[in-house]
């Protein structure tokens, strides 16, 4: 089973408005192990950058104006995600602004079938408690040391650390029980164990005491 955990950073928080992607960053996970394989782009959102959204993820205009546009790298992006479920926390915004830049170069949008909402799994698990991927972060004993602000690969990386333990732990697939045996396979026979037979025989001095013991009893059966 292969699964991408994706994030994006954008120019604001409606595509609809005009805004951009200017940062997708992706983990691929296979049967929930990660294979090592990841994917980041920086992109030119041929526009401005508002003060908003350079407070949250520090990617100015300037530093974005010499990186391609994702009509350039939407190839790329599409051969990582493949046709893989993608894990995204709040899925529909990081989906919506990728719907969003497929239809500017009329390419068929992702269905969102193909989702896999992690900010609707913590909430189903956890109702009524913090599920940002902060606090989500802070409850599983995440590292998030290292996220001054936010990035997309650093988003998706330890999205993919709280997937996994939303899902049933970071370590799937460590059972303690044995190896089945193929089905019909006789079991294999154990090893005959022998002892050494124990001699059960009184001694002569077991016998003595014996002998003086019922010898103080009235009419004893031993003498019968």
């Given amino acids: 089973m292969r ?7 954008t120019t604001g928080l409606e595509p609809a408005a005009g805004h951009r992607i200017v940062e997708i960053g992706a983990v691929e ?21 508002p003060e908003d959204a350079e407070r949250v993820h520090g990617l100015t205009r300037a530093f974005l104006a010499g990186h391609k546009r994702f009509a350039d790298e939407v190839d790329a992006v599409l051969a990582f995600i493949g046709d893989a479920k993608l894990v995204m926390h709040n899925a529909s915004f990081d989906l919506g602004f990728l719907n969003a830049e497929l239809e500017r170069i009329a390419r068929p949008p992702i269905p969102a079938s193909r989702t ?7 909430r189903r698990k956890y109702p009524g408690a913090p599920a940002s991927l902060d606090a989500l972060c802070k409850r599983f004993g995440v590292d998030r040391s290292a996220r001054e602000k936010h990035g997309a690969l650093l988003d998706a990386e330890l999205l993919t650390e709280v997937y996994l ?51 103080t009893l009235d009419d004893p059966i031993w003498n019968d």
Avoid: W
């Fill in 3 to 9: 699964e991408v955990v994706l994030d994006t950073e």
């Fill in 29 to 49: 996970l296979v049967n929930h192990i990660p294979s090592g394989r990841r994917f980041q782009r920086y992109l030119d959102p041929e526009r401005d950058m």
């Fill in 116 to 122: 896999v909402d992690t900010l609707a799994l913590a």
């Fill in 165 to 215: 333990e939303l899902t049933g732990g970071r370590q799937p697939g460590l059972g303690l029980q044995q190896a089945a045996a193929p089905q019909g396979a006789a079991p294999a026979p154990r090893a005959a164990r022998t002892r050494t037979p124990r001699p059960h025989a009184p001694s002569e001095a077991e016998a003595a005491a014996h002998a003086a013991f019922v010898a």
